[in-house]
């Protein structure tokens, strides 16, 4: 382990900055031993069960309305109910396959359900097609135009005012369903000006175009769906992984878990898990609501990109946690040492110790008093949320005329102690002339306010059963 001179000056506060980096790296490889519980059974369970709740709900409302439509499209002309009947037997054909398609795993079901999509749409452009040769055949009959006109004409109406009424047509075909009802009125103008052969053409133009329109906003209507079920499920997932990470068991670095630690992961995150969850139900309420309907690209982009960013920020988060917990611990237990270190080197004993405001994510802090009066407080304070260094303090309230060479000495000798334990420490380094007072007031140092409340974490964590015996 390597250290830096970096000189020192008079002053009775000493800072030794220790680098913690090889720990956090073995401690980073001891999580690995810690799933976020993702895969926990009880979890996965939930999902899938709320999945099929939301498949069986968003199909049943599919399936209500093809029946709705089917009743309403019995109203054709009998060569129309004919070829609509086929239409919406593909449909139904269509919608169960699909439905049975979004219960497989997560993974193949944008693949499946949209080749799925793909294979139906070539079926029934094909019905259509089909449709489209039987209603020609009607032109050759010129006696016939006329009558064939007004039925086509007829139909092309109910299924206008079905696809008005049942269909989410300005979602998924904008304006679409205005230009074909003028086709409509277009071709009853021929008819009423007695030109049989270019009101049938018309009408069977526009029928057609609204055959199309109906089974496209069908199709689209299905796809629009599984993006929303693929979207809430990636969400639902991860809002279930941050459940599941509320209390996390602490491993060893041999893999094994302490029994009688536990993470706290949003006392110890401060206050980041619960961040995180408040966003994912906003967004998971945003994917629910049918006001303001998100669209397929949209819903698309959170299954592929939003969720997995949430899950990414998750991990992190129990890391960071984890990290803190850990970095606590460490620091109660480099204020033993530099505690044996001054016991042993310069006859101080320990007096009291304290965590700032009495949170165990703040700085820790060790007062010793030597027989002749003089106090020294160790501070050991973290250097940000984000790493596991930390910066030991020693502050020198002495009675005596001891000199600056004599507190450097000192300084000196436990950081060679922290060296020899393993820890990287730099040599150290004066920071001002005389310490602040109000640092060796510990009742004051406890009422200090912090980052959270003492007690959040819960039961005897690690940190915590350690200061207490530090504090002897």
């Known amino acids: 382990m390597s250290c ?18 090889e720990w956090a790296r073995v401690q980073r490889e001891a999580a690995r031993f810690r799933d976020v519980r993702r895969d ?15 498949i069986e ?11 709705e439509v089917e009743q309403a499209l019995e109203g054709l002309s009998d060569r129309a109910r004919e070829f609509e009947r086929a239409t919406n037997r593909r449909l139904r054909e269509q919608s169960a396959r699909m439905r049975e398609a979004l219960r497989t795993t997560r993974e193949e079901i944008r693949r499946e359900t949209r080749e799925l999509l793909a294979e139906q749409e070539r079926a029934l452009r094909s019905e259509l097609r089909r449709v489209d040769e039987g209603l020609a055949a009607l032109r050759d009959d010129k006696a016939r135009e006329s009558e064939a006109a007004r039925r086509t004409l007829a139909d092309g109406r109910l299924m206008h005012d079905v ?38 053409a018309g009408a069977q133009e526009a029928y057609h175009r609204l055959r199309e329109l109906r089974v496209e906003i069908e199709l689209r209507d299905r796809e629009w769906r599984e993006a929303l079920l693929d979207a809430r499920d990636s969400l639902t997932t991860v809002r279930e992984r941050i459940r599941a990470s509320v209390r996390l068991p602490v491993f060893a670095e041999d893999g094994t878990a302490l029994d009688d630690i536990e993470l706290d992961v949003d006392f110890w995150s401060k206050g980041g898990l619960s961040r995180l969850g408040d966003e994912l139900d906003a967004a998971l309420n945003r994917v629910a609501d049918d006001a303001t309907p998100l669209d397929l690209a949209e819903l698309r982009k959170i299954a592929g990109e939003h969720a997995p960013a949430f899950a990414e920020r998750l991990t992190g988060i129990v890391e960071r946690a984890d990290l803190a917990l850990r970095s606590s611990q460490v620091r109660v237990n480099i204020a033993d040492l530099v505690v044996r270190t001054l016991d042993e080197e310069s006859g101080y004993s ?13 700085a820790f802090y060790a007062k010793l008093r030597h027989p002749n009066g003089s106090e020294i407080v160790v501070d050991v304070s973290p250097e940000s949320d ?22 450097s000495e000192r300084a000196h000798v436990i950081a060679d102690s922290l060296k020899s334990r393993g820890l990287k420490v730099e040599t150290p380094v ?5 310490p ?12 200090q306010s912090g980052p959270g409340t003492a007690g959040q974490a819960s039961g005897p964590s690690a940190a915590g059963a350690r200061a207490q015996g530090a504090g002897g």
Do not use: W
Request: hydrophobic share 30%; glycine share 8%.
């Open 4 to 21: 830096e001179a970096k000189g020192h000056s008079v002053s009775g506060v000493k800072r030794i900055s220790v680098d913690q980096g």
């Open 40 to 54: 926990l059974p009880e979890m996965i369970s939930r999902v899938r069960q709320q999945n099929q709740r939301e």
């Open 57 to 67: 709900r968003a199909f049943g409302e599919v399936d209500r309305r093809q029946r």
């Open 163 to 200: 696809i008005r009424d049942r269909l989410p047509h300005e979602r998924f075909a904008p304006g679409r369903l205005a230009d074909l009802e003028a086709r409509l009125a277009a071709a009853q103008a021929h008819l009423d000006a007695g030109m049989g052969g270019p009101a049938l």
């Open 350 to 362: 320990l007096e009291d110790s304290t965590y700032g405001g009495g949170d165990e994510r703040n």
């Open 386 to 407: 984000d790493s596991a260094d930390c910066a030991l303090r020693l502050l020198s309230y002495e009675t005596d005329t001891a000199s600056d060479d004599e507190r």
């Open 430 to 434: 004066a920071e001002r002339d005389e």
């Open 436 to 447: 602040d007072p109000r640092q060796a007031d510990f009742d004051l140092l406890r009422a």
